[in-house]
């Protein structure tokens, strides 16, 4: 199949993620029942922003026309895909990466994300039976020609040691950071509030660490966040944040909420779900050289220095995770 068929069949399939058609309406909702954090909600902003940022057919045409993309390979690699659960379809763009590129991609699903990747599958070769070994669904990746594996620091071991031998990337934990100013309008604070709660927090693009000014006040950013309250009825993420709650009273430690996230002052980049750490600052230079230091723990930074804020859940095509390219990775395996 060549690159312009692939192209149609992946836009096509753009098409079909923001239609009301029954049947993936019920793969949603079956997503939802699997797996409680899934909620409508979310799935639709995973699969809007697939749809209008990943397939439309402009995008991926001027994506491909910049990576010098083979129209087919001369003979098509087999790549093994251990894919993460934390967010809906939260491997896809690596799946698309390999078919774009014509190999054959091999998917090691989790448990908490089979349903919509499974329909996908389903959807793509009942259009066309030439799509099957693009993607593929396996309980097990042996011999394969190469791997991307998305785990925790601790999964990561075992992907070195499995897949070590291998052409591999291998990616670890990571979250995202805002540096704020202080003098941020209040349609920056909405759209900081979108780097923070989508997802419950739970992906490497969600915003888990703020790095504020002495004597910032907090009160317009919990404020907007008010467009979220709605998590606080998920009952998940209410056992969290309760649990956390608790243990600041317990431990008689200072934090502020506006009930959908505790902010609680903390120098780790990573925190619990429901809570936000923050650390404040006298001088910008401390925040660079702290976030030089753990880069490789950041996946996104917002604000002074970083993207606008409200980008980090609206990745483009040439948004590749941990910065490391996965279309010329695959280019040079051809």
């Known amino acids: 199949m060549n690159l312009a068929a692939r192209i149609e069949w992946a836009s096509r399939l753009g098409e079909h993620l923001v239609s009301n058609h029954p049947n993936w309406l ?17 799935i639709d ?24 993309i083979p129209d087919q390979p001369a003979m098509p690699a087999r790549i093994g895909l251990v894919l993460a659960g934390n967010l809906p379809l939260v491997g896809f763009h690596d799946w698309l990466c390999v078919f774009i590129s014509g190999h054959h991609g091999h998917l090691k699903l989790s448990a908490q994300d089979a349903v919509l990747f499974e329909y996908i599958r389903e959807l793509l070769v009942g259009w066309e039976p030439q799509l099957a070994p693009y993607l593929q669904v396996a309980d097990r990746l042996n011999g394969l020609d190469a791997y991307i594996a998305t785990g925790s620091n601790n999964t990561a071991r075992y992907f070195e040691y499995y897949f070590g031998k291998y052409p591999h990337i291998i990616r670890k934990n990571r979250t995202s950071i805002a540096v704020l100013g202080g003098n941020e309008t209040a349609t920056e604070l909405i759209n900081l509030s979108n780097d923070l709660y989508p997802y419950f927090g739970r992906g490497c693009r969600n915003v888990t660490h703020l790095f504020v000014p002495r004597d910032y006040d907090f ?9 979220y309250s709605y998590l606080s009825e998920q009952n998940k993420y ?6 956390q709650l608790a243990l600041r009273i317990l431990n008689k430690e200072y934090y502020m909420t506006n009930q959908i996230g505790l902010f609680v002052e903390q120098s780790a ?10 650390t404040y600052y006298d001088r910008i230079e401390e925040v660079e050289t702290f ?14 220095g970083g993207y606008p804020f409200g980008a980090t859940q609206k990745p483009d095509l040439g948004d590749y995770a941990d910065g490391v390219n996965t279309l010329d990775f695959l280019r040079s395996l051809s």
């Not at 019920?26 to 979310?42: G, H, S, T, V």
């Not at 749809?51 to 026309?65: D, G, M, P, Q, T």
């Not at 980049?269 to 923050?278: E, G, M, Q, T």
């Open 45 to 68: 902003l995973a699969t809007h922003q697939i749809a209008h940022s990943f397939l439309e057919k402009e995008l991926l045409e001027k994506w491909v026309n910049g990576a010098n």
């Open 26 to 42: 019920d793969a949603k909702d079956r997503a939802y029942q699997l797996n409680p954090w899934f909620i409508p909600e979310f």
């Open 219 to 227: 009160q317009p950013l919990l404020e907007a966040g008010s467009n």
């Open 291 to 304: 976030v030089s230091q753990e880069a490789e723990q950041i996946q996104c930074r917002v604000g002074l």
């Open 238 to 243: 209410k056992n969290n944040y309760d649990y």
């Open 269 to 278: 980049l990573h925190a619990p779900i429901s809570v936000i750490h923050y």
